[in-house]
């Protein structure tokens, strides 16, 4: 909100930018869901890189690494996403196996937050 965004919902709905193969096999019966950024409301769509729980060092509060890096703690708009991932990149290469993946750094993906409700009547 103080990005100007207007969220609709309390809490999120959590997506990958992009894919990503690694999180597809993360939980049991995951599935990917495929939405055209162009279809999200950019007033209620934000973007972390990594995830919201690494950027926002989130992590340190269960005993787990932080990273201090010049993206975390930022939450960039739908509107920003292209300038932030010019700026920043996206996080590249995926962990491999999933022992331990929580212990070590954890740039594996962008994540975008949709705060409506709107994108469960466009999937594709």
């Known amino acids: 909100m103080a990005a100007g965004g207007e969220p609709e919902r309390t809490s999120p709905h959590y997506f990958v930018l992009g894919s990503s193969a690694w999180f597809r096999g993360l939980a049991h019966e995951m599935h990917e869901v495929v939405i055209p950024l162009a279809m999200l409301p950019d007033t209620a769509t934000s973007m972390t890189i990594p ?7 989130l992590g340190g509060d269960f005993g787990l690494p932080v990273e201090n890096r010049p993206h975390h703690g930022r939450v960039f708009r739908l509107s ?28 594996v993906y962008a994540e975008v937050q949709v705060w409506s409700d709107v994108i469960l009547d466009h999937r594709v």
């Open 51 to 57: 995830d919201s729980m690494t950027s926002m060092g």
């Open 80 to 107: 920003q996403i292209r300038e932030a991932v010019e700026e920043f990149g996206l996080p590249e290469g995926e962990p491999g196996n999933y022992a331990g993946y929580q212990h070590r750094s954890f740039e």
